[in-house]
């Protein structure tokens, strides 16, 4: 398979616990996005790479959220001190930025599901 | 700040149906505009998107979307719908002053009855 691919697909922590979740975009893909669904609602945007740079995370929903992508392939979403508002979907997607630049299709993994007790 | 309406939240059609799921978005300037699809069960898949040129766009599975400027408007269309279009339905705007963000409007679940 070689879509986005995230791990792990379930995740349920007590509040107060730390979490990280991964992604692994599609392999040539060179943009990496973060977004948070919530029951009923569209994905929000929360952060996204060009390569390892981390372009736009003025969108992270506090300073318990950060993320990473160190060698510009694969990306971690890490929570710490989870609240019980934390639980939602956590989506990835990648892209291929080209020369028409933001005319990119992002493509979508199957989203870590968090359930914060 | 751009923003997205899906104004139908629910809907349900018998098979043969005709479909159309409204999405307006607020923003003045240029857009790329998108549908999303998420099957039950699967991950977000990319219907249609439009970039620029003729308002009108086909996607994949007879789906079309129609991209009216004047309306700030990008609504779904399907002449026959079949019990296999079951799933969500979002409509999506990234704006050209906005960086890489999707703007997602809050879905429209489609039941569609055998």
């Known amino acids: 398979d070689t879509g986005v691919s995230q791990d792990p697909r379930h995740k349920i922590t007590k509040r107060g616990q730390n979490v990280t979740f991964r992604c692994d975009p599609i392999s040539e893909h060179n943009r990496l996005y973060w977004y948070r669904q919530t029951l009923g609602q569209g994905p929000e945007f929360l952060t996204y790479?060009?390569?390892?740079?981390?372009?736009?995370k003025s969108r992270l929903l506090s300073d318990r959220f950060s993320a990473e992508r160190p060698k510009g392939s694969f990306s971690t979403l890490e929570i710490q001190r989870t609240e019980q508002g934390d639980s939602a979907m956590y989506l990835c997607?990648?892209?291929?930025?080209?020369?028409?630049?933001?005319?990119?299709?992002?493509?979508f993994g199957p989203g870590t599901r968090l359930t914060v007790l | 700040a751009q923003s997205v309406s899906q104004h139908n939240h629910h809907v349900i059609l018998s098979e043969a149906a005709s479909l159309e799921l409204g999405c307006n978005y607020s923003y003045g300037g240029t857009v790329n505009l998108f549908w999303y699809v998420q099957y039950p069960g699967q991950h977000l898949q990319l219907l249609l998107k439009y970039f620029s040129g003729d308002p009108l766009v086909k996607g994949i599975k007879g789906f079309e979307a129609e991209f009216i400027k004047s309306k700030f408007s990008f609504n779904l269309r399907k002449p026959s719908v079949q019990w296999s279009d079951t799933a969500e339905y979002f409509c999506a705007v990234n704006a050209w002053n906005a960086g890489n963000m999707l703007t997602f409007g809050g879905g429209t679940r489609l039941m569609v009855k055998p």
């Open positions: 790479f060009q390569n390892e740079a981390q372009l736009e």
């Open positions: 997607a990648s892209s291929l930025a080209g020369r028409e630049g933001l005319r990119n299709e992002q493509f």
